[in-house]
């Protein structure tokens, strides 16, 4: 047993996992204060603004979390030549990247039509461009770095990120609103990231790449676009994505601006829980990615599923014991709206990180289960434009799909575990 042990924790999957489930620990409380310090800040309805760009910006960066989720997995999969398909893969990006530099003039002139179609104001639609962009050019070496198994490296550069975007909230400017600053600090943040992600990649030994392969590269590529494993990870990711930012999109188009704040506040208590078991769930993807692992992946499903039932019944008994304490912490006396709302949070935030964990399970599969969260976006969609009068009918809608969904994934893990092992 000790040998055992001894053996894990040498283990430089381990190793890294255990720094990097430590770094995003760090950085969700980096995000808490950022949010806290931002709602105080600004108030409900500047807040408003802050919650609704990162809903925005959580559904349009599907295509970024598509890559992402595609760069891990099929890293996973190339073993020993690892370096070399990265090494390909940055050279024809690079390529195209110079070859489509036009299409940014058309993609910045849209920041004149987002006000009327978000409700965001005119600079804050041209900083959630601006983010989006960035947020794609660091998606491919940050995720490099995590298919590499670099989670050492990631780990310090999420978190110096994560303090350029706390420093928002903090540091102010004179004749410059503190909206203003916070948007710019996140702007900043964005480029570091790209930078920081970008010198860690060169210190990589990467074989030199002939010419040749590039025509075959394209060809795989293109492959990949029309492959069932893109529509797949497409689909999961743009449903488990609407399934937790619909609703403040919802509420910031059709709600004045001081309710969309306070259910802002409501949605950032639901997802404090999520946040929490955020290092655990991003984890998850390169560990149910990775063929090494595969052995162990039955094992620590319902592991990780007890975590979370845990993870979500404390918070329960917390947020009804301290409910008052907590909103005064972090946020103020505006915000006490919430209180009688606190467990609806809990059980919301419960239910989607629950989602969340057996979606990235098939979807590390490649698995089309992973799509049942996609099926049930339209009917919640269709339940918040017809039934979500209140506040309080949208944190209702949102328990009810989540319940629904949830208990469906459970029954599909029940059946793929039957599947797989001949019962």
Not at 16 to 44: C, D, H, M, Q, R
Not at 316 to 340: T, V
Not at 400 to 407: G, H, N
Request: proline share 3%.
């Amino acid at each position: 047993m000790k040998k055992t042990t001894s053996s894990l924790l040498r283990n430089s999957f381990i190793q890294g996992g255990i720094l990097f489930t430590s770094a995003i620990f760090f950085v969700g409380f980096l995000n808490y204060l950022f949010n806290s310090l931002s709602a105080k800040t600004l108030g409900p309805g500047g807040y408003s603004e802050i919650t609704t760009l990162f809903a925005y910006l959580t559904l349009l960066s599907v295509p970024i979390l598509v890559i992402t989720t595609e760069i891990v997995r099929r890293l996973g999969l190339h073993g020993k030549d690892k370096l070399k398909t990265l090494k390909r893969w940055e050279t024809w990006l690079m390529n195209k990247a110079k070859r489509w530099t036009y299409l940014l003039i058309p993609y910045f002139l849209l920041g004149f039509l987002l006000p009327r179609l978000t409700n965001l104001s005119l600079f804050s639609s041209f900083i959630l461009l601006t983010i989006l962009l960035l947020n794609f050019i660091g998606a491919f070496y940050l995720a490099s770095l995590q298919g590499l198994h670099r989670l050492w490296s990631v780990s310090w550069i999420i978190i110096v990120v994560g303090l350029i975007k706390l420093a928002g909230p903090i540091v102010h400017f004179p004749y410059q609103d503190q909206l203003t600053n916070i948007l710019l600090f996140l702007v900043l943040s964005g480029i570091v990231g790209i930078v920081l992600s970008k010198i860690t990649l060169k210190t990589d030994k990467v074989a030199s790449v002939e010419e040749k392969p590039f025509k075959k590269l394209e060809k795989r590529l293109s492959d990949v676009l029309l492959s069932k494993s893109l529509f797949i990870t497409v689909g999961s990711l743009v449903g488990i994505n609407v399934l937790n930012n619909f609703d403040v999109i919802f509420t910031k188009k059709f709600y004045p601006a001081f309710d969309a704040g306070i259910y802002g506040g409501w949605s950032l208590l639901a997802k404090i829980i999520f946040y929490v078991c955020g290092p655990f769930l991003s984890l998850s993807l390169i560990f149910f990615s990775s063929k090494s692992y595969r052995k162990y992946h039955q094992k620590v499903l319902p592991v990780g599923l007890l975590f979370f039932v845990i993870t979500g019944f404390f918070f329960y008994f917390i947020y009804n014991l301290f409910g008052s304490r907590l909103i005064s912490l972090i946020f103020n006396r505006q915000y006490m709206l919430i209180l009688p709302y606190l467990s609806y949070a809990a059980i919301f935030g419960s239910l989607y990180t629950g989602i969340y964990f057996l979606n990235t399970f098939f979807l590390a599969k490649n698995s089309s289960f992973s799509l049942i969260a996609l099926v049930g976006t339209p009917i919640y969609a269709l339940l918040l434009f017809f039934y979500g009068k209140t506040l309080q009918a949208i944190m209702t809608i949102n328990i009810l799909v989540a319940t629904a969904i949830f208990s469906l994934y459970l029954g599909l893990i029940f059946y793929y575990n039957m599947k797989n092992n001949g019962t």
